[in-house]
């Protein structure tokens, strides 16, 4: 790990392409190492093709869907002194990883989040969180790449205020709005995942739009719907919460949404890299390509750490740190280390190739709109705690 405990904390405000600017100006020599980073020729494809789907597909999708974040896109790049078309690269590192383009090896998916909803019932002064686990290249802890964006729009958007988890450079990952929504995210993968055809389909933002659309929404419903409505090309799973006490786990793929909630009687609910609704359990009409590994057993051992005290409804932020410092199956943990040995053998193609790791811990309270955050692995990192206003 580098020698700083914490991630950057950024704060910008105004319209889209001012608060873009100031993010972009302040993070600019991290955004330019993530950007030179998966522009390598073995990450996410050939940049002659990987171009062109960003030209043809991406940009046209975030003008067509969402405006303002490409506004806020063409601030970041200024911001950093780089082209606008790597702003979208960053954006779309996880839809890009996701596809196999032609004359080009398939890239190592990573087992990539394990997150969890944790209602009112369960805990001890009844606040609602979403917590998550995110593991992803540790060469994103050595060079302090994640940021927490603390994003507060000109008054006349109508937007709340939102809090980030996210690469910088990036516009949506983890998030918490001032509203009281929350929303984590999981790998997924699906044999739908193709690269965009916009003959067939039209321009395609990238997913990462559909993040944030939620969080740019005041109320659950408004939310759910621009999720909904946000064409995609790739699978991934979103977990979106309210501090209403409402949650449900979408699992998305290219044409349809497979949704699970809580029950009468379930005051928590927790979701790692691989389908496990039991709308997409009972169709044939698409696979979960996921080959096997820690996420068959991550998310067993967060709701193990969870169940006793959720119910009795005594849960407390702690306990909820604790679930998500499990070490069963180590090193591949649901708290996931990084091994030097593992970092010098044969990396393999793409943008998650060497060692992984835990990158971040993050304990949303909806309730109280606190954010509790560590850079690295939750048993050991040192915690802060932000308030958004």
Request: with cysteine.
């Amino acid at each position: 790990m580098s020698e700083d405990l914490f991630y950057q904390h950024v704060v910008v405000r105004g319209l889209p392409y001012k608060r873009g600017f100031s993010y972009g100006s302040q993070t600019r020599d991290k955004i330019q190492r993530n950007i030179e980073y998966y522009k390598q020729a073995d990450k996410l494809g050939p940049w002659s093709v990987v171009s062109t789907v960003i030209s043809e597909c991406y940009i046209p999708g975030l003008q067509r869907y969402w405006p303002s974040g490409w506004e806020e896109m063409r601030g970041v790049a200024a911001g950093a002194g780089v082209a606008v078309e790597d702003i979208v690269l960053l954006n779309a590192r996880y839809d890009l990883s996701h596809v196999k383009f032609d004359g080009a090896l398939p890239a190592q998916i990573a087992d990539e989040c394990t997150s969890a909803i944790v209602l009112g019932p369960a805990t001890a002064d009844r606040s609602v969180y979403t917590a998550q686990n995110w593991d992803m290249s540790h060469r994103l802890v050595a060079e302090n790449g994640v940021v927490y964006l603390e994003i507060h729009p000109d008054s006349s958007e109508g937007i709340p205020s939102m809090f980030i988890v996210t690469e910088a450079g990036q516009l949506g990952r983890s998030g918490c709005n001032s509203a009281g929504l929350g929303l984590t995210a999981n790998s997924l993968q699906s044999d739908m995942d193709t690269p965009p055809d916009t003959l067939k389909r039209g321009p395609v933002p990238p997913s990462g739009a559909l993040r944030r659309l939620f969080l740019e929404q005041s109320d659950y419903a408004a939310g759910i719907k621009a999720i909904a409505r946000t064409p995609r090309h790739v699978s991934f799973n979103l977990m979106v919460s309210s501090a209403d006490n409402i949650g449900l786990c979408l699992e998305v793929t290219p044409k349809t949404i497979f949704r699970s909630t809580t029950s009468s009687n379930e005051v928590y609910m927790v979701h790692a890299n691989h389908f496990q609704t039991a709308a997409f359990q009972s169709q044939t009409q698409l696979s979960d390509t996921y080959q096997g590994g820690s996420s068959w057993y991550r998310g067993e051992r967060l709701e193990a750490g969870l169940r006793e005290r959720g119910i009795k409804g005594s849960l407390r932020e702690d306990d909820i740190v604790a679930a998500l410092s499990d070490h069963a199956g180590y090193p591949f943990s649901l708290c996931e280390h990084f091994i030097e040995s593992r970092a010098h053998k044969q990396e393999q193609r793409g943008p998650y190739s060497g060692p992984t790791s835990t990158v971040c811990c993050v304990v949303y309270n909806l309730s109280q709109r606190t954010v509790r955050v560590c850079k690295g692995c939750p048993c050991e990192g040192e915690f802060q705690i932000f308030r958004l206003e």
